[in-house]
Each structure stands twice: as structure tokens, then as C-alpha cells.
């Protein structure tokens, strides 16, 4: 799994209240600690789901 957020992110946290190995809030906008994600797929699924402004892009492969 690989994550990205797009350049729309606000900064609301949404996404690291839900899963803080995973996303990190730096200078209002998300960032991605991609070491953590394994083991953390279905929280890293909500955080997207969450995010008010779909900024957090999943691939799978
Ligand atoms: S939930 Fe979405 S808008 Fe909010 S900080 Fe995370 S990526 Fe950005």
C-alpha cells in the first residue's frame, strides 16, 4: 500500500487523530510516515475515508 495526500489537504488533523504512526501534521499539511503503514491498513483506508476534502490518495499494488 502506498499513500499520498494531494496538494488540496487543510491541514485539519482528521487524519492523525485517527492513525498517528501514520500521518503526521506539519505546517498545516499532511504528511505520510511510510514505514508505518504496513500493519496499519485499515486505519490508513479510515483516515481517507475521514478526510473532509479527499486528500488522501491509496494505491495498492
Ligand atoms: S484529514 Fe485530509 S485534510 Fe485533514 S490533515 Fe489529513 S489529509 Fe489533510
Known amino acids: 500500500m502506498h499513500i ?3 496538494d488540496n489537504c487543510v491541514g485539519c488533523g482528521a487524519c492523525s487523530a485517527i ?3 501514520v500521518f503526521e501534521i506539519n505546517r498545516n499539511f499532511a504528511i ?3 514505514d508505518f ?3 496499519n ?3 490508513c483506508i479510515d483516515a481517507a ?4 476534502v479527499n486528500a488522501i ?3 495498492d499494488f
Open 57 to 59: 490518495n491509496i494505491y
Open 37 to 39: 503503514v504496513t500493519g
Open 19 to 21: 492513525n498517528p504512526e
Open 41 to 43: 491498513e485499515d486505519s
Open 49 to 52: 475515508i475521514e478526510c473532509p
Open 32 to 34: 505520510v510516515n511510510p
Open 4 to 6: 499520498s495526500i494531494s
